[in-house]
């Protein structure tokens, strides 16, 4: 009679440790995806555009177009460094106004 007590007991500690641990991850979770919420809106309403998905990988993709500009120009390649910068400026400039 006593062991079936000592495992009771032993299914319910663990159920709520299992319990504590789910719901700390989840608490730590929702933070997460609250502050990546706030922060994607902090950064759209600064920029002025829409706060969605096709938005910011339309500013992701710009701003790396911008970036292989930069690296075009630092390996002396004018040509092609000016084709970066002018579809990366156009494309930031189409997202922004």
């Known amino acids: 009679m006593q062991v079936e007590g000592f495992f009771d007991w032993l299914g319910h500690a663990l159920g709520s440790v299992i319990r504590f641990i789910v719901d700390a991850l ?16 902090g950064l759209s309403s600064a920029l002025g555009i829409t706060p969605s998905l096709l938005s910011i990988v339309a500013l992701v993709i710009g701003l790396l177009l911008l970036f292989s500009a930069v690296r075009a120009f630092m390996r002396r390649s004018i040509v092609l460094g000016l084709i970066w910068l002018v579809l990366g400026l156009w494309l930031l400039s189409l997202l922004i106004s």
């Open 26 to 41: 989840s608490g730590v979770l929702q933070l997460i995806g609250n502050a990546g919420r706030q922060f994607l809106h």
